[in-house]
């Protein structure tokens, strides 16, 4: 198991109850992700990355780690070999700041890679929160891999 991993905060001015859904809510992530991330959230069950596109092709699966609504949800990731992601949702004054730890990443490559698309994700996600609607482009689509 690699000790490579990378770490986010942000602060969105939202509730952790709010930032919850966003991130467990298939129909919300199609919204701002691009994919609907699918699952019951109960710690064992499996959760499904699926595209955003009329066929929902499946992107990875995972398993659900932790969830303990609305603070701390963690689950495997599917890049390359499985790594772990985990968000940590705390009420700051009268915003949240969000932690968003995604480790065991396989390699440096690995880890420059999920960095960027981390920020591009966590930057939707708070545009979303706070105004109501995803940025004009997809997370995917800011870093030009769609």
Not at 43 to 63: A, F, N
Not at 94 to 121: C, G, M, P
């Amino acid at each position: 198991m690699s000790d490579l991993s990378c770490t986010y905060v942000t602060y969105l001015h939202s509730t952790p109850e709010s930032v919850w859904h966003a991130l467990t809510d298939a129909e919300a992530t199609a919204t701002w992700w691009g994919h609907a991330n699918v699952s019951d959230w109960q710690v064992g069950s499996r959760w499904e990355h699926r595209k955003q596109s009329p066929t929902g092709e499946l992107d990875g699966t995972g398993e659900v780690l932790e969830s303990d609504r609305p603070r701390r949800l963690a689950f495997t990731f599917p890049s390359g070999a499985p790594s772990r992601v985990a968000f940590d949702i705390e009420p700051h004054h009268d915003l949240v700041r969000l932690t968003l730890t995604h480790s065991e990443l396989a390699d440096e490559t690995l880890r420059s890679v999920v960095a960027s698309v981390w920020a591009a994700v966590l930057s939707n996600l708070k545009t979303y929160l706070e105004t109501g609607r995803p940025l004009p482009q997809s997370p995917v689509g800011m870093l030009g891999l769609d």
